[in-house]
């Protein structure tokens, strides 16, 4: 059975899901790491930014191995310019 994240999109993001948050399906628990691969198999015009985007996993910046679970809202956070 397919279970799914709420997925949120900023930036950069935003504009190749096209959408600012939609419902993404997983097979079930995954890593923040396996997530992003499988967004940026999804969605390959992500895959140049893969190394760069950041995930949060409800509201906290998260780490390639932090667990990601159905029902858990997910943001890609793009690299920020500035100065």
Known sequence: MQSSVKLIAFAGTRDILGAAQMEFAIPGPCTAEEFLIEVCRRYPALAPYQRSIRIAVNGTYASEGDP????????????????
Not at 68 to 83: F, K, N
């Open 68 to 83: 990601v679970q159905p029902g858990d809202e997910i943001a890609l956070i793009p690299p920020v310019a500035g100065g």
